[in-house]
């Protein structure tokens, strides 16, 4: 069965997947880099986003690795909530943004970009966006048939992986708690009070400092 | 230097130390014995209620138990909050009342109950209780004076131990997550952002599915 999946959602110890102040040069708010300090140093990292740093070297390769590598396996298409696209927020005055990966974005595959506003499909290297305004369920059959027999990644933010959830269209939600409060921001856990019924839930702690949890669906989707 | 120290303060993923609905027969609330139910079989706690269970037995000997075991260690005092102590709420209407340990409290040494309405000292068993009405610096002063060089241990609930945290005495605090999401209770982490900063931490998952976080601070004490 095709897989809804969600990998390397970071959060803090106080359940916030983002700080406050979101913006163009502040994407995390104040929260900063903080939230994926553990990622940036994984081979999986370093080879996505394409150069050896001096520093990093060809990457990690311990358990923080492990996990970021599984993030592109076997994937077929993304979902994605419109502020991870960009920016931009309303009706679309500037058509000419082709997101924040440049002329090659790392997901070679189609990705649903959900927003109220609809626009026609753009094509940047492999990835080809389509932007459409549909509910989870929707865009979760749209994002299925574009994947062809392959699973479905849901690539947030935090309210969309929230109104996946509760939804129940998850199958697969690897969440990375950061040692850090940050007091403020959007919260994951926000009306998934109980959450934890509908999965099995497997826990690795990192010598990076940060929690793996890996919820799997116990049983099968709803309808599916 | 003596420590002020926190153990086995149990939360839920999305942060809450209890649920709603606080009572007499509902210690945690809606949240009932789960975020209890990795102490309960621990080898520490089975000898501290006094009897082996059948079920149970001698307990469980594993990282869960290493770290109930560490709760009393080096202890010479106590501080809790009222609502540890007993139910009762505003002037003390039921004086007959003796807390839930019963005639041979675990305490084995004084113990400050925080409240704004004073009354004698208590003898139970070798445990004195003090009801005393002080904030947290002036409870830590005399805590630390009836402990006779040992360490204090603030045993909660969640609201005192977050006062003790925003007042910066605390030394050693070990929290540990429960994988269940409550939606609604009392939140630790309310107004401590940055608290990370303060301590260094270390992080422990345990096969139980809880994870142990263990901040000891990094400095020394304001004023210390």
């Known amino acids: 069965m095709v897989k809804l999946r ?12 983002t ?24 081979q999986a990292f370093v080879e996505m986003s394409g150069h050896e740093d001096e520093a990093l070297g060809a990457g990690t390769t311990g358990v923080d690795n492990a996990f970021a590598a599984a993030t592109g396996r076997g994937i077929g298409a993304e979902i994605m909530g419109r502020r991870k696209f960009g ?10 943004w082709r997101g924040w990966w440049g002329e090659e974005p790392p ?12 626009r026609p499909e753009l094509e940047v290297g492999e990835t080809t966006f389509l932007f459409r305004s549909l509910p989870p369920v929707e865009a979760l059959e749209l994002a299925t048939e574009l994947a062809g027999g392959l699973d479905v990644r849901l690539g947030g933010g935090a309210t969309v992986v929230r109104d996946f ?19 403020r921001g959007v919260r994951v856990w926000d009306g998934l009070e109980g959450l934890e019924e509908r999965f099995d839930v497997e826990v690795t702690a990192s010598p990076s ?3 793996h949890y890996v919820f799997s669906r116990s049983g099968s989707r709803p309808g599916a």
Chains 1, 2 share one sequence.
């Open 87 to 96: 920016p931009q927020q309303g009706p679309w005055e500037d058509e000419s």
């Open 209 to 211: 400092g940060v929690v």
């Open 107 to 118: 997901f070679h595959s189609p990705v649903v970009v959900l927003t109220h506003h609809e």
């Open 165 to 183: 959830l509760a939804a129940d269209l998850v199958d697969h939600l690897h969440i990375v708690v950061v040692p850090i409060v940050l007091g």
């Open 19 to 42: 700080g406050e102040g979101q913006a163009l040069e502040t994407p995390f708010g104040h929260a900063g880099g903080r939230l994926m300090e553990w990622f940036l140093p994984t």
């Open 6 to 17: 969600v990998h390397n959602l970071a959060v803090s110890l106080d359940g916030f997947a």
